[in-house]
Every structure is written in structure tokens, then in C-alpha cells.
């Protein structure tokens, strides 16, 4: 099962990874100073964009600057309501609260969760992600 977590969201409302149950998430880590992160980023609108409420996107960024993190979710027009600081004291060890739960030592890095909370892809393509929303549809 994906490991829960509580967090508060860009706009100051409480998150927790359980509250989602029922939905199809992307559990999405990134960081303002990854390029390939920010490479994906039009693609990832794409896609929300296509599938609406049926793919509820969770991104995690890490960072050590939050205004470089908030200024990049403008830039890149990210424009899903949960963004999630993941505050880090370095680029080059990815070690926030929420990452580090997760394991994840680079970035860009996803999880795709299921309706039950299950894992069920680790860095799914776009279309692997098209895929199961519409099975789970």
C-alpha cells in the first residue's frame, strides 16, 4: 500500500494521502532546479487536462527554496490545487519527510496509486497512466 502521509497543500489546506481513497493518484516528486522534471511538466497538463477528475495529481516538490518551487508551479502552469513543499536541506541528497518515505533519491520520480491505495506503477508513461484510469474508469 502507498504510505500515508500528511502534509499541507500551497493554498494552506491540510492533505493526507488517505483522504484519497477511491481515486486514481498520481503521486508526482519534482524539483524547480530538475530540468527533466520541468521537461515533463506540458506533457503532465496534457494529461490532466484529458482526464479531469478522473487522475488526481499530488505534487510533491522538493526543495530548499520555496519561492523558487511556488514561482516554477506558475511558470510551468501546474494548475491542480495539491502542491505539496517537501522541504529539503539539499538538491543532491533528497532527503525531505515526504521523499524520504518514499524512497526516492532522484527526481523526476511517480507512483501511480490506485482506488485501494495500492502502488501499481512506479515512472508510468503517460500512456500507461491513460491505460488504467480507463480500466478503473
Same mark, same amino acid.
Given at each position: 500500500?502507498? =504510505?500515508?502521509?500528511?502534509?499541507?497543500?500551497?493554498?494552506?489546506?491540510?492533505?493526507?494521502?488517505?483522504?484519497?481513497?477511491?481515486?486514481?493518484?498520481?503521486?508526482?516528486?519534482?524539483?524547480?532546479?530538475?530540468?527533466?522534471?520541468?521537461?515533463?511538466?506540458?506533457?503532465?497538463?496534457?494529461?490532466?487536462?484529458?482526464?479531469?477528475?478522473?487522475?488526481?495529481?499530488?505534487?510533491?516538490?522538493?526543495?530548499?527554496?520555496?519561492?523558487?518551487?511556488?514561482?516554477?508551479?506558475?511558470?510551468?502552469?501546474?494548475?491542480?490545487?495539491?502542491?505539496?513543499?517537501? =522541504?529539503?536541506?539539499?538538491? =543532491?541528497?533528497?532527503?525531505?519527510?515526504?521523499?524520504?518515505?518514499?524512497?526516492?533519491?532522484?527526481?523526476?520520480?511517480?507512483?501511480?496509486?490506485?482506488?485501494?491505495?495500492?502502488?501499481?506503477?512506479?515512472?508510468?508513461?503517460?500512456?500507461?497512466?491513460?491505460?488504467?484510469?480507463?480500466?478503473?474508469?
Amino acid at each position: 500500500a502507498a =504510505k500515508d502521509f500528511s502534509a499541507t497543500t500551497i493554498d494552506g489546506q491540510p492533505f493526507s494521502l488517505a483522504d484519497t481513497r477511491g481515486e486514481v493518484v498520481l503521486l508526482q516528486f519534482w524539483g524547480s532546479w530538475c530540468g527533466p522534471c520541468r521537461v515533463k511538466h506540458p506533457g503532465l497538463v496534457n494529461l490532466k487536462r484529458e482526464l479531469g477528475d478522473q487522475l488526481r495529481i499530488i505534487s510533491v516538490g522538493i526543495e530548499q527554496k520555496e519561492q523558487n518551487w511556488r514561482a516554477a508551479i506558475v511558470k510551468d502552469g501546474l494548475f491542480w490545487s495539491d502542491h505539496i513543499l517537501d =522541504k529539503s536541506s539539499s538538491t =543532491k541528497f533528497l532527503n525531505g519527510p515526504i521523499s524520504d518515505l518514499y524512497g526516492v533519491n532522484e527526481v523526476p520520480t511517480s507512483f501511480l496509486i490506485d482506488q485501494e491505495g495500492k502502488v501499481v506503477a512506479t515512472n508510468p508513461s503517460f500512456n500507461i497512466i491513460r491505460e488504467f484510469v480507463a480500466d478503473a474508469g
